[in-house]
C-alpha cells in the first residue's frame, strides 16, 4: 500500500484584498494581465494602460496567480465607456465582461487574443494571414445590442430571473438583457437545482432553408451568425459540383444542406452528429436532399468505422470549445480532402489544432474572425486548412 501523500498547506485567502496596480496586456478568457509584488493578477472590467483598484476575487497567499475585479479606475484608457447595461460590471453578472470597452476596440482586444494564442501555440503555422488579422463585425451590427436569439436564465432560491456571477453559482436578477434579442427562444431553469425546462422546438431561416431545431440544443445564438458562417465557409471551400464532402459535428445540419446545394447530385454529403435530438432534426432537415447522409455517433468512433467513405474532397469541421485534438485531426488528414473549414469559438484550441494539421502537410491558407458576441470576449474564428 502506497504511503498517504501530504496535502500542501494552503495560505491564507487575500480575496477581499485590493491594491493598486497598472494594467497590461488582455489575455485569453476575457482577463487583463497586471502584476502586484511579482505575482500576476488576472483583472476583470479593466483595459490596458489603466491604473486601476483591483479586488481579489480568488487567490491565496502562496498562489501562483489571483484573480481579481477591476472595483474603481484611478486612470482610464480612451476606449473606456459608459456600460450600457445596468448589470454589467464588477460582483454583477457574469456574461458580458466587455460592456465598458467601445465595440472598436473590443474587436481590437479579440484580434490581439487570436494572434497571441496562434503564436503561441501554432508554431510555425501561424503565417502572415495571422499578424494581419481583423475581427470583422456581423451585418449591421450598430451598438452589439439585441443580437442573442437563445438564451438560458438561471433562478435564485427565491425564484428571481437572472443570470450567475462570474465562476459562481449566485443569481443576479435581471429584468432585462440587453444582449438578448426581442424574439429571443429562451429557457428558463425550472427549479433552484437547476433543472432545464422542457425542450421544445422551432423554425430558424437561413437564405433559402428553413431548419427545425431544439430549443436547448446547439445553434448559433447571433442572429446573423448562421447566414454569415454558411456564407464564409462556403466562400473558403468553393465545392464543387460532384464533390464528396464531409460535416463533423454537424449538429441539425446547417452546413450540410447548403454542401448539399454546390455539390448537387453527383455529390455526396456525410454529416456526423452524437446527439439524439440533433441528428433526429438534422434528418428532418436534409430529408429528400440527394447525397445527403447523416451518421449518428461520437466523430472519433464514426471516422475510424471501416464503413465510413475513407476519402473525401472537403471537410467541415465545426467542433466543441475543446477542440477536435490530436487524434481526430489524423483521421480527417488521413482522408486526403484538398480542404477543411475549421469553425472555431476557441482560439487556443484553434491555434492548437491547426499546428497539428501542419503536421500532417496542411497550410493555414485562410484564417478569419468574426464579432458573433459583442459586449463579451468570445470571437468566432473560420479557419481554412489546405494540403
Known amino acids: 500500500m502506497s504511503a498517504r501523500r501530504e496535502r500542501t498547506p494552503r495560505g491564507a485567502s487575500l480575496t477581499g484584498d485590493r491594491y493598486i496596480v497598472d494594467v497590461g496586456p488582455v489575455a485569453h478568457g476575457g482577463h487583463f494581465v497586471a502584476r502586484h509584488d511579482g505575482r500576476v493578477i488576472f483583472i476583470r472590467h479593466a483595459l490596458p494602460g489603466e491604473r486601476v483598484v483591483v479586488e481579489v476575487t480568488e487567490g491565496e497567499k502562496g498562489s501562483r496567480y489571483l484573480r481579481g475585479d477591476a472595483v474603481s479606475v484611478e486612470s482610464a484608457a480612451p476606449s473606456r465607456v459608459e456600460a450600457p447595461c445596468p448589470f454589467a460590471g464588477p460582483g454583477r453578472c457574469g456574461g458580458c465582461d466587455f460592456q465598458h470597452v467601445s465595440l472598436e476596440e473590443q474587436r481590437l482586444l479579440k484580434a490581439a487574443v487570436v494572434r497571441e494564442q496562434f503564436h503561441r501555440l501554432a508554431g510555425s503555422a501561424a503565417n502572415d494571414l495571422v499578424g494581419s488579422l481583423v475581427v470583422e463585425p456581423a451585418p449591421d451590427e450598430r451598438d452589439g445590442l439585441r443580437w442573442r436569439t437563445r438564451v438560458r436564465y438561471a433562478v435564485s432560491s427565491s425564484g428571481a430571473r437572472g443570470f450567475r456571477k462570474h465562476r459562481s453559482h449566485d443569481v443576479v436578477p435581471v429584468d432585462d438583457c440587453l444582449i438578448t434579442h426581442p424574439a429571443a427562444v429562451s429557457l428558463v431553469e425550472s427549479s433552484w437545482s437547476g433543472e432545464p425546462a422542457a425542450s421544445h422546438e422551432n423554425t430558424e431561416q437561413v437564405r433559402d432553408h428553413r431548419f427545425r431545431v431544439a430549443s436547448d440544443g446547439f445553434w448559433q445564438p447571433h442572429r446573423d451568425a448562421p447566414a454569415l458562417l454558411v456564407d464564409a465557409v462556403l466562400d473558403a471551400l468553393d465545392p464543387q459540383p460532384g464533390e464528396s464532402c464531409m460535416d463533423l459535428y454537424a449538429g441539425v445540419g446547417l452546413f450540410a444542406r447548403f454542401l448539399a446545394d454546390r455539390v448537387g447530385e453527383a455529390g455526396d454529403v456525410f454529416a456526423v452528429e452524437a446527439d439524439r435530438n440533433a441528428v433526429r432534426l438534422a434528418r428532418s432537415n436534409l430529408a429528400g436532399v440527394s447525397g445527403a447522409t447523416v451518421i449518428r455517433g461520437r466523430v472519433d ?35 486526403a480532402p484538398r480542404a477543411v473549414a475549421y469553425v472555431a469559438c476557441d482560439p487556443a484550441a484553434l491555434a492548437r489544432d491547426v499546428a497539428t494539421f501542419a503536421e500532417h502537410g496542411y497550410r493555414l491558407s485562410g484564417l478569419r474572425a468574426f464579432d458573433l458576441f459583442p459586449m463579451t470576449h468570445h470571437v468566432e474564428c473560420l479557419a481554412l486548412l489546405e494540403a
Do not use: E, M, W, Y
Open 301 to 335: 468512433a464514426v471516422l475510424k468505422d471501416p464503413r465510413t467513405p475513407s476519402d473525401v474532397d472537403l471537410v467541415v469541421l465545426d467542433p466543441p470549445r475543446t477542440g477536435a485534438k490530436r487524434a481526430l485531426v489524423g483521421a480527417i488528414a488521413s482522408r
